[in-house]
Every structure is written in C-alpha cells, then in structure tokens.
C-alpha cells in the first residue's frame, strides 16, 4: 500500500482512539506533597549550582582529556534523573551510556560542519528528532548509534519547519519550495534555486547515500508521506479557524503520525504493520504534546492547532486530558514490544512523556482552569510555580553560555565529555 493512503488509514484509526478516549482526569502513579516538592526545589537548584560551575569551568578550553570533567557531570545529572525525577536508575543509565551521549556529540559536531552559520537553539531543536531517533533504534533492537540518515531527516524538520513557519515568507513562495522539495524526495531530477534549496536537497542526498531508492520504498514513501502531511498543515496557518472551517485534528495527526513513520523507516529501513501502527500513535502524542507546549506562541501567531484553537475559546483542561490518557492507552495497550527490555524501554517514554506534559500545563497555567491546574500540580516533583522560574532561569543561562562564538562552542566541550 502506498504510504500516503496507509497514513490516512491510520490518521482515521487514531481519530476514532482519540474521540473514544476518556477526557477525565488520568490516573497516575504517584503524588508529591509540598513538602516533597520543597525538599525536591532544594535539592535541584543545588544541582544546577553545581552544574553551572563546572560548566563556567570550561575544562576542554585548557585540556583535551574531558573523562574527568564528563564524570562529574554525569554524576550530578544521575541525582536529577534518579533522585529527583526518580527515573530510576536503569532509566538514568541508559540515556547516559546507552549510546545517546555519542550520538549527540557526534551530531553536533556533524551540524556545525554542515552548516557553521547554525544557531545552538536549532541544532537542539534537530536533536530533539534524533534522541527520538534513539528511541526507536532501541525498540527496534537495534544498536543506538549516530546514522547519515538519521542526522539528515533530523536537520531537514528545523529547516524546512522553521521555513513554512515563518511569517516573513509568503504563502506563495513556501507552496513554490514544497513542489521542488516534493520532486526531490520523489527522486526526480529538480534543480535548487536558492542557497537554502542547495541546503535541503544536499540532506536529502545524504538519506539516498544510505538507502538506495530501488531497496528501500517504504523510506521513500514515508518522506514523501510527512511532506504531504507538512504541506497541508499551511492550512493551520490561514488565521483564526472554527472547528468546522478545516480539519485541525486530521491535519495534526497526519503531520505527527507520518514524522514518527518516516523516523522508524530511516532506523529500520522497513516495518510490520503492527510496528507502523505503533509509531504513527507515538508520532501523533509527539506533536500533541509539542502543540501543548507552544499554544501561546501559535495562539498569538494564530497559528491554529487543536491546543490553540480550543484556547481560544474554552479551558484547555479536558484536551490535556485526553492526551494524558491517549498515551497511556498507547503505552499500556501496545502488544508489539512486549519483550523486558522493551517494556522498561516504556516505562520511560511514559515517565518522560508524564513530565513533559505537567511542564507544557505549568507554563501555560493561564490557558487551563484553576482547579485543574492545583489538581495536576499535586503530580509534579515540583511545584508550578518552581517550574515556570526553572524554564525561565534555563533559557537565561543557555543563552549565555551556548550562543557563545567560542573555538569549540560549549555544546560541543559538554557532549564529548559526556560522551567518553
């Protein structure tokens, strides 16, 4: 089956799950009481204390050797993850020596060779594909490690994101690049215009590299699948938009599902039927939860997604609430990785996906009921109001020491150390 016609059968699936799904309020594992959260704001300012002055310390600026200053920061990011965000230690340790520390040195290192005008925020914002990436190449069973394809996909999603997203670009010109970009994922012969065309299509060519057209369809047919999915979600950006005026839910569950589909496909090369149907939902909770996390942004740029739109009328309590319980029915339900190793493998994506959603509902606490937000901050390590001053207090400091023009920028020095 073509890909496109099989993300519509999916995309008409997952809506039945998602208006099937109960918008109460979802049960958890576990609450905090204040004096839990105080204890846990105590205890992680002084982290970041800690992290922050090793950091400022700069070690890769006078040695090449980073083992020992790479220990120390894993020592203290093992507290956060084990102690503080109670992970768990099997969780913690895989993300520090399960090969994601490589990956992502070796990526950002791939990224300022690529392109040496990128920006910190962006290549973040790529690598935020690539541990999801990560994630899949575990559950897959395959060995967790850093790929062309795997690095081209990722950086193609800020670039061309970022580009439709735009508002200093017209609707003309993004529907003009996404035929050339349409043609070129096709494997036609197309010629880039601009420098930024040279740029994507360079990335595409890096995916054929390592898979070749004639061996791998379903690769071809899932990219071709998530541009289809891009380009209609510029529908999202025409203005303000009743729920009867364009279908928000079909558009983002098609967008998130085919991302995810064409990640598992660039891992795996192919996939069983029951192994697409899995990572189509996981795509469509990624953008849910990404929507959930910028609604002001997309409200105020009236961006229309199914956070936005609702927010701009009712309390988004009940939509939160369903994505809570969307996940967990995905998570619990899933008979395709049911073997140990995949079932902790989901114990973390769950217990990640948890705190993701709590931090989206804090720093956005305006868009949602009072009661709802007292209720749900009862679930949270940290109070609510810790939290937003946390997001506040991060992005200050990662402004000031990861946008430096230093020889080897510090995003760098930290990746290698963790990486050895």
């Known amino acids: 089956?073509?890909?496109?016609?099989?993300?519509?059968?999916?995309?008409?699936?997952?809506?039945?799950?998602w208006w099937n799904t109960s918008a109460e309020f979802p049960v958890f594992d576990k609450t905090y009481s204040p004096e839990c959260q105080k204890f846990a704001e105590k205890k992680m300012d002084s982290i970041i204390d800690q992290l922050l002055a090793e950091v400022r310390m700069n070690p890769g600026s006078i040695q090449k050797d980073y083992s020992a200053w790479g220990l120390r920061l894993k020592k203290l990011l093992r507290v956060i993850g084990d102690e503080i965000l109670e992970l768990g230690g099997a969780g913690t340790e895989k993300l520090l020596k399960g090969g994601y520390c490589k990956v992502t040195s070796d990526f950002i290192d791939k990224a300022?060779?690529?392109?040496?005008?990128?920006k910190t925020a962006d290549i973040f914002q790529a690598m935020r594909n690539a541990w999801i990436m990560n994630c899949i190449q575990v559950m897959l069973a395959r060995e967790v490690e850093f790929t062309p394809a795997m690095f081209a996909y990722s950086m193609?999603?800020?670039?061309?994101?970022?580009?439709?997203?735009?508002?200093?670009?017209?609707?003309?010109?993004?529907?003009?690049?996404?035929g050339s970009f349409k043609l070129k994922l096709?494997?036609?012969?197309?010629?880039?215009?601009?420098?930024?065309?040279?740029?994507?299509?360079?990335?595409?060519?890096?995916?054929?590299?390592?898979?070749?057209?004639?061996?791998?369809?379903?690769?071809?047919e899932g990219l071709l699948a998530i541009h289809d999915a891009q380009q209609k979600s510029l529908s999202q950006q025409k203005g303000l938009l009743s729920p009867y005026e364009a279908d928000i839910p079909g558009i983002s569950f098609a967008?998130?599902?085919?991302?995810?589909?064409?990640?598992?496909?660039?891992?795996?090369g192919f996939l069983?039927?029951?192994q697409e149907r899995f990572m189509f939902g996981f795509g469509i909770f990624l953008q849910l939860s990404d929507d959930a996390q910028d609604v002001e942004i997309d409200f105020r740029n009236q961006h229309m997604t199914m956070f936005s739109q609702t927010a701009g009328k009712w309390n988004l309590d009940a939509v939160m609430s369903k994505?809570?319980?969307?996940?967990f029915n995905l998570l619990d339900n899933d008979k395709c990785f049911i073997?140990?190793?995949?079932?902790?493998?989901?114990?973390?994506?769950?217990?990640?996906?948890?705190?993701?959603?709590?931090?989206?509902?804090a720093n956005n606490s305006g868009k949602y009921s009072k009661d709802y937000i007292k209720r749900l901050e009862r679930y949270s390590p940290f109070s609510f109001g810790y939290l937003r001053k946390l997001y506040k207090r991060a992005g200050k400091e990662f402004d000031t020491l990861f946008e430096k023009n230093d020889t080897v920028p510090m995003d760098s020095l930290i990746a290698r150390a963790l990486s050895v």
């Open 186 to 220: 096709a494997g036609e012969p197309v010629k880039a215009k601009n420098s930024f065309e040279t740029r994507i299509f360079k990335l595409v060519e890096m995916i054929e590299a390592q898979y070749r057209r004639e061996s791998y369809p379903q690769v071809y």
């Open 156 to 178: 193609l999603y800020p670039y061309t994101d970022n580009y439709l997203d735009s508002m200093d670009v017209s609707f003309e010109e993004k529907k003009r690049f996404g």
């Open 255 to 268: 967008k998130g599902g085919s991302s995810v589909l064409a990640d598992a496909f660039l891992i795996n």
């Open 339 to 361: 073997s140990p190793q995949m079932i902790e493998q989901k114990r973390l994506i769950r217990s990640s996906c948890v705190l993701l959603l709590i931090g989206a509902a």
């Open 272 to 274: 069983t039927e029951a």
């Open 112 to 118: 300022r060779s690529f392109d040496s005008l990128i």
């Open 323 to 327: 994505l809570f319980n969307f996940m």
């Open 1 to 17: 089956m073509n890909c496109i016609y099989k993300v519509d059968e999916l995309k008409s699936e997952y809506l039945k799950e």
